[in-house]
């Protein structure tokens, strides 16, 4: 029997020996993580429609939700760091007004 080169690549290509993608709890696909999360009976219903009235599946929306969650989460951190270090500083600042105004005697 000979050997098929088209064969063995096509068969190479669908099965690679080195896959690093995985449907499992806690696996890598590809770069990405895959969790599987737990929610109640009513959570699920709800993801469901609000799903269906977006077009998409309940997987595809909880995962939109909680990138988008994790971006604004990333956002609030990045301002509530930004306060923290201008809060630290040795500057101080004048108020302009107080500084163009006279002082009232007594």
Do not use: C
């Amino acid at each position: 029997m000979a050997d098929d080169h088209e064969l063995t690549s096509y068969l190479a290509a669908l099965a690679p020996e080195n896959d690093k993608e995985s449907t499992g709890s806690g696996k890598r696909f590809g770069e990405a993580q895959v969790y599987q999360l737990r929610v109640s009976l009513i959570a699920s219903e709800q993801l469901k429609a609000a799903a269906e009235e977006r077009g998409m599946t309940p997987g595809a929306l909880a995962q939109d939700w909680i990138l988008e969650r994790l971006s604004w989460e990333s956002q609030a951190n990045s301002a509530q760091q930004r306060r923290h270090e201008e809060a630290h500083t040795d500057q101080f600042r004048f108020d302009e007004q107080l500084w163009r105004e006279p002082a009232a005697r007594s």
